[in-house]
Structures are given as structure tokens and as C-alpha cells.
């Protein structure tokens, strides 16, 4: 049995990336609603809480609670801050396998591998390059594709 | 690798490509056969001309990266600039592979190839690619399991009368509203313009007024619904001949394939071991002259708007009982329901067509009194609802006949009603994954339950049977579970 965490580096993007989204989002309020200053404070108050909410508790979380277990016959996903999701699919129903690679082969923690199988699909988010190879590997392994 | 057809890059670029016009009119407005016309234009677009650049240069990109081969029985699809991805798909595990080809695109030599597995949740296609038909027998040479076998070869070629009499039968008002309402939205001012320079709704209105003329006491108003029901339903006529002209089907024992269409030509490759269940459909006046039509149920096929999974379009009783049906699906058989409605339970299956007739006469008289002055109009309705109404008894009825259930040997055969057509469906018992029972409180005086049983496919496929008896249902289902192994989900054993 294996286990695999999220990479930890995908969080900081994504906290910058929330970080970056609220300076524009404020930059863009100060701006246009300079003339109701209330409005204007009260949107940027608004941006910014949320921006750290998300990027500083929310993110963390999330990310501290997402992890992949594979055995040989199946793979399981768990995930979820206050509610705890379990996602389980058996090897031998999956139909296809989708690889997603972010830039620079993945080495920001952007790596997802989709399983397709009867009925929907479970998504593998934010793996690291190496655990999207091993991951890769495996499913090589137990004969669910070829990986090239 | 293979790269898709350069057309893609249109297909890419095409959301965009509009920006085209602006400079192209402007052109055209102001062309003059000289340098000093080309430069002035020049210099008025060469912006818009880099904008459109850049698109191009955007959509080339795209099909650039997207890159296709099939090795070691799988299909390998990767594409994307910034984020890869990268599609394994398995041979073995491909249910149905698609080749359309439009006639836009045959000059081209090009096709689009729609490749689907038993995966998914909306019946969506997982892979559609737009190839060079010489890429197009790649698939078949290179993928086994799409590989045509030796034993069982049998042919099925389907008569012109035969594709005219499956479109009249399965042509519905509602998939030609469908197909106008198509053209209506996606040809936005180009339809509107067309409909106003041809003033259709001027002759619809003349030609209404002339009908009405000739029959008299129909109102215009009611002619001009009849005019629109019936050309909805022409064109949903043309739409199936169109799709289904030149049906031609070939089976062996592991594939089946599939070609038809006289202008968009359509060759389907489905695996025999990925149809879940075959539904044989007809409707009263089919059941009245002992036709059938076959379809299948594998994931892929028939997933087109409008479309049905047909694969023998039209068969007389003995066809479907001795010669094409179990030629082409050999152990296929329709067996005599074992387990049907008992007589008391007449009344559940009419009540409803029964109860609509009672309600509507006097909701027809009191619209009359409320409204007197188009009292006519709701007299014609009146009639034109009861027949409907009429003629759901007499289906309620013959389906109060012939539906039922029987498991045999491993496979089921039902037959129920939904709506207006006449199913029976024919699958192995392995296909079943979920069997539910319901009875309302006062079923359990009458000691009768509905069943339902959920069969495997690629989105959620359930059967009802109304009105048995629950003791005949605990004993047929007693029986079955008892003899059932544990159902795995599909597993098959790897085919050279």
C-alpha cells in the first residue's frame, strides 16, 4: 500500500495566486469606487478577508487533508476540511486514464491524473512529479494502460 | 504521432475568426485595382490583420500540440500548450469507434473519429478527433480488438422501403422541433434574416387561411398549429432517411459494423461484448403487423440528438423469430413472459388515459362558458385531445396484454410500455444490477407490487413493470437470486 500527499507547493501558488486575484480585485475597487470611500473599504475589507481565508486557512487545510492511497486492486482518495470524502475505485473498472501535466513537467505540484471508469471518474489532484510517475507506473503495472 | 486534419486549426480559431470580416469588408468597400488602395487599406487593418494573426497563430498552436498514434493496442492521445494532457485509452476497452463524415469534409479527406469506452456518466463522447481518412484504417489495422474476425459472418443490407417505413414509424414532431429550434438559435440573424426575406410567416398565415377555407369549421388558428406539427414532423422524417439511408450491417462473433447515411456517412464499429442489452421496439401499428425494430444498447452508439441505437431497422415476425435476429445475435430469443399481470390488474394500466378523458370534457365545456368567443377553437381542441386520450386506451390496453417477464437459462426477456412504444428487452441476467420492488399502502390488500430492474449501461437504464402479483415476483425472483453468483462487474478475457 502506498500513500501520496498533496504537493505542498501547489498551495503556495494557489495562496499567491488568491493573494494576487485580491490586490487586482482591490486595486481595481480602489479605482472605481473611490468616490463612495464606505463601499470602497468595505470591498476591500471583503477581498481581503476572503483572500486569507482561502489562501491561508482554507488552502492548508484542504491541502493537509488530501491524500491518495493505492493498494494493488484499487485506488482511494480522501479529501474534505469539515466533511471527510472517500473516493474508491476498483483498478480492473478503470477504462481509461487521463495525465494532466501543469508547466515545466509539472514541477509546481500541477499534476492531476483523472480514472475513468464505470459510472464517473476520480480525479487525483496536485501530485507531486515524482508520485504522478510512480502513480503512472503502477497503473502501468497492473495493466490498466501502457504508460509511453 | 499523427497529427489531426488541418482543418482543426479553423475549428480552433473559429469562435474567433469573425474578427475576419472586418478588414475583409473594408477591402471590398474600398478596392481599387492599385498599390496605393492596397497600402491605404493596409494601413487601416493592419491591426485587426495582427489580431487575426494571432488567432490563427493560436488555433495552429493548439493543433500542433494535439497529437494521436495508437501503439501496443492503445490509443494515445496528447495534447495542450501549457498543461499537458496526455489520454491512455486501451483497445480492449473501446465499446464503440465512430467515423463521420459530413460532405463539407470530403473534398478534404478528412472525417471525425468519435472513439467511446463504457466510462462516463452522460453518455458523452470520451475522444473525438478530427483525422485524414488515411489515419482512419490506422485504427482498424492497428487496434486487435477492432480487427474483423473469421467465424460468424453474418450481413444484413436493409431495402429502401424498409428505411422509408422505420422513418415514417420513428419520426416525432418533437425531434423536428428540436432540429428547428437547432437552427433557429445557432443560425441566430442569419436564420431570423432568411425567414423574414422568404416571409414564411406570411405564407404560413395565407397558406392557413386557404386550409381553413377548405375545411370548414376548423379555425385558422388550429390549422396553423396542425401546418407547424406536421412540418416539425417532415423534417424529422427527412432527418432519420437522411441518417439511415443505405443502413448496411455486418457482424462476427466479436465486432459489428455499421455504415448508413446518405449525406453525412457514418461507419460505426461496435463490440459485440459491450452491448448490454438489446431493446426491440414497436409501436401499436408495428405490434399490429408483427414488426419489430432491434436496437442495442452499448455505449457510443446512438448517442447522437435525435438518434436511435438502431441496428436492425425494420423486421417482420419471423425474421426477428427464426432468421436475421438470432443470426446476428446468436442465443438471442424472445421467450413467453412467465410472470405477466394478473386480469384484476386492468384497471391500473387504463385508469390513467380514463381519468384524462373524464377531466377534459367538462374543463372543455367550462373554457367554452368562460369563453364564448373562440368557443370553436376549444371544441377542435376538444376532439384533438380526446384522440390522444384514445388512442393511449387502446395502447394501455394491448400493453396490459403483452407485458411481462420471464428468466430464463441466463438471459431475460420483458416487455413493458413506456409511452407510446412497446419495449421488450433481451439481456443476460448478469446485466442486472439492481431489482426494486415498491408497493404502495393499498397494494398490500390487492397483493400487488411494481418491479423495476436496473439494467448495466453507460447512464442509468430502468424498466417498470405495473400491477403484478407480489407472491408470482418473491417466487420468479427467489428463484433467479438463488441461482446467481455474485454479479462482477465486466471483465473479459483478452482477445488475440
Known sequence: MQEYRADRAAGYLLCVCVCLAAGLLSGAAYLFLRRWAFVMYLCIGIFCTLAFLTGFVLTPLYFRSLRCIVTPHQITCRSGILLHREKSVRMRTIQYVQIVTGPFDGALGLNFIVLHVYGGSMQLFFLRRRDRREIARLLSQRGVFHAS | ?496
Not at chain 2, 375545411?215 to 441518417?243: D, E, H, K, M, Q
Open chain 2, 1 to 496: 504521432m499523427h497529427r489531426e486534419h488541418p482543418l482543426r486549426i479553423i475549428r480552433y480559431s473559429i469562435k474567433n475568426i469573425w474578427l475576419l470580416v472586418l478588414p475583409l469588408v473594408r477591402l471590398v468597400y474600398s478596392y481599387r485595382v492599385s498599390p496605393e488602395a492596397l497600402m491605404a487599406w493596409l494601413r487601416g487593418a493592419w491591426f485587426d490583420l495582427l489580431i487575426l494573426l494571432a488567432i490563427l497563430g493560436f488555433g495552429w498552436l493548439n493543433w500542433f500540440f494535439r497529437e494521436f498514434t495508437v501503439e501496443e493496442g492503445q490509443l494515445f492521445i496528447q495534447d495542450g500548450i501549457l498543461f499537458t494532457r496526455r489520454r491512455y485509452v486501451p483497445g480492449r476497452n473501446l465499446t464503440a469507434l465512430t467515423i463521420r463524415q459530413p460532405p463539407w469534409l470530403r473534398p478534404f479527406r478528412a472525417a471525425y473519429l468519435c472513439a467511446d469506452t463504457a466510462a462516463g456518466l452522460l453518455g458523452a463522447t470520451d475522444i473525438r478527433l478530427l483525422i485524414r481518412l488515411r489515419d482512419a484504417e490506422m485504427f482498424r489495422r492497428t487496434l486487435p480488438h477492432l480487427r474483423q474476425g473469421k467465424r460468424h459472418n453474418t450481413h444484413y443490407k436493409v431495402d429502401l422501403w424498409r428505411i422509408l417505413l422505420f422513418s415514417v414509424l420513428f419520426s416525432s414532431s418533437f425531434y423536428g422541433s428540436v432540429y428547428m429550434a437547432t437552427f433557429w438559435f445557432q443560425g441566430g440573424r442569419v436564420a431570423r434574416d432568411l425567414i423574414q426575406e422568404l416571409r414564411l410567416t406570411e405564407r404560413l398565415n395565407t397558406l392557413s387561411e386557404e386550409v381553413a377555407g377548405h375545411l370548414a369549421g376548423i379555425p385558422p388558428a388550429a390549422v396553423t398549429v396542425g401546418l407547424v406539427i406536421l412540418s416539425t414532423w417532415l423534417l424529422s422524417f427527412l432527418a432519420n432517411l437522411l441518417r439511415y439511408f443505405g443502413f448496411f450491417i455486418e457482424s462476427d462473433k466479436r465486432l459489428m459494423y455499421i455504415h448508413s447515411g446518405l449525406f453525412m456517412r457514418r461507419r460505426i464499429t461496435l463490440r459485440t461484448q459491450k452491448i448490454n442489452f438489446l431493446d426491440i421496439r414497436q409501436n401499436l401499428l408495428m405490434k399490429a403487423f408483427h414488426l419489430h425494430t432491434v436496437a442495442v444498447n452499448c455505449p457510443g452508439y446512438g448517442t447522437e440528438r435525435g438518434s436511435i441505437p438502431v441496428c436492425l431497422p425494420i423486421l417482420t415476425g419471423d425474421e426477428a423469430d427464426y432468421t436475421v435476429l438470432p443470426k446476428m445475435f446468436p442465443g438471442t430469443r424472445m421467450t413467453d413472459n412467465t410472470l405477466r399481470p394478473p386480469w384484476t390488474s386492468w384497471w391500473p394500466y387504463v385508469s390513467l388515459p380514463v381519468f384524462a378523458a373524464a377531466a377534459l370534457m367538462p374543463a372543455m365545456q367550462a373554457a367554452k362558458q368562460f369563453f364564448p368567443a373562440v368557443d370553436d377553437i376549444f371544441a377542435f381542441l376538444q376532439i384533438m385531445l380526446l384522440i390522444p386520450i384514445g388512442w393511449k386506451f387502446i395502447i394501455q390496453n394491448a400493453a396490459f396484454r403483452t407485458s411481462g417477464v420471464s428468466i430464463t437459462g441466463g438471459r431475460i426477456c420483458m416487455r413493458y410500455c413506456r409511452f407510446t412504444t412497446f419495449h421488450t428487452i433481451l439481456a443476460d441476467t448478469d446485466c442486472i444490477v439492481k431489482v426494486r420492488i415498491h408497493r404502495w399502502f393499498w397494494q398490500y390488500w390487492s397483493g400487488k407490487c411494481s418491479l423495476t430492474f436496473y439494467l448495466q449501461a453507460e447512464t442509468m437504464r430502468r424498466f417498470t413493470l405495473w400491477s403484478l402479483k407480489y407472491d408470482e415476483v418473491c417466487a420468479l425472483l427467489g428463484e433467479f437470486l438463488s441461482t446467481q453468483t455474485p454479479i462482477e462487474p465486466n471483465e473479459e478475457t483478452p482477445q488475440g
